[in-house]
Antibody, heavy 126, light 108 residues
Framework: QLQLKESGPGLVKPSETLSLTCTVS??????????WGWIRQPPGKGLEWIGS???????FHNPSLKSRITISVDTSTNQFSLRLNSVTAADTAMYYC??????????????????WGTGTTVTVSS | DIQVTQSPTSLSASVGDRVTITCRAS??????LNWYQQRPGKAPKLLIS???VLHSGVPSRFSGSGYGTDFTLTISSLQPEDFATYYC??????????FGQGTKVDIK
């Protein structure tokens, strides 16, 4: 079945750029109905949606992070990536990637995050 | 942007109890509301999509209801493995998405 796995540095210095990659296995990243998303969770806090990308490269961002985020997809390697620049201690969190499946449910077309990676911890510290 | 507010932020309950968690959206979102469960140290898991559709493999003691701005997640008979944090998430048409603040269910 489809699996997602995050990878990237666990420690990033303040003001630098956080870069994470999500590798998709057990299926193709190419599906016009789906988004591929990033979600984070600061220690002891709730979930925050960061952004999503379609396989064709259409992107959506959290307005509060929009100016600092770049999300990209590489269909040749079945991966999608997150870059968050100018990081501060407030960006310290567990970062998850997820499949945001698009499907007809009841009477409408819905998105729901039904496959998640296990998460990767990123600490921002000098 | 659409905000979603969950209540309560935490609750204590016993095995066998009926538990209800509510989620309110800042504007009407029809039935574009999902529910997730997160156990400590684990990634979230989808429970319910489209406000009321149980995801594959989710026990039938979980149910969701609501439309417009007010939604409910109900656990009919709380089991030991249900002690976790629950999140609602609005998925109205296209992103950006937002999560509720979470409701932690712990043992009384």
């Amino acid at each position: 079945q489809l699996q997602l796995k995050e990878s990237g540095p666990g420690l990033v210095k303040p003001s630098e750029t956080l870069s994470l990659t999500c590798t998709v296995s057990g299926g193709s990243i190419t599906n016009s109905n789906n988004f591929w998303g990033w979600i984070r969770q600061p220690p002891g806090k709730g979930l925050e949606w960061i952004g999503s990308i379609s396989d064709s490269g259409d992107t959506f961002h959290n307005p509060s992070l929009k100016s600092r985020i770049t999300i990209s997809v590489d269909t040749s390697t079945n991966q999608f990536s997150l870059r968050l620049n100018s990081v501060t201690a407030a960006d310290t969190a567990m970062y998850y990637c997820a499949l945001d499946s698009g499907d007809i449910v009841l009477d409408g077309f819905h998105y729901y995050m039904d496959v998640w990676g296990t998460g990767t911890t990123v600490t921002v510290s000098s | 942007d659409i905000q979603v507010t969950q209540s309560p932020t935490s609750l204590s309950a016993s095995v066998g109890d009926r538990v209800t968690i509510t989620c309110r959206a800042s504007q009407s979102i029809s039935n574009y509301l999902n529910w997730y469960q997160q156990r400590p140290g684990k990634a979230p898991k989808l429970l319910i999509s489209a406000a009321s559709v149980l995801h594959s493999g989710v026990p039938s003691r979980f149910s969701g209801s609501g439309y417009g701005t007010d939604f409910t997640l109900t656990i009919s008979s709380l089991q030991p493995e249900d002690f976790a944090t629950y999140y609602c998430q609005q998925s109205y048409i296209t992103p950006p998405w937002t999560f509720g603040q979470g409701t932690k269910v712990d043992i009384k």
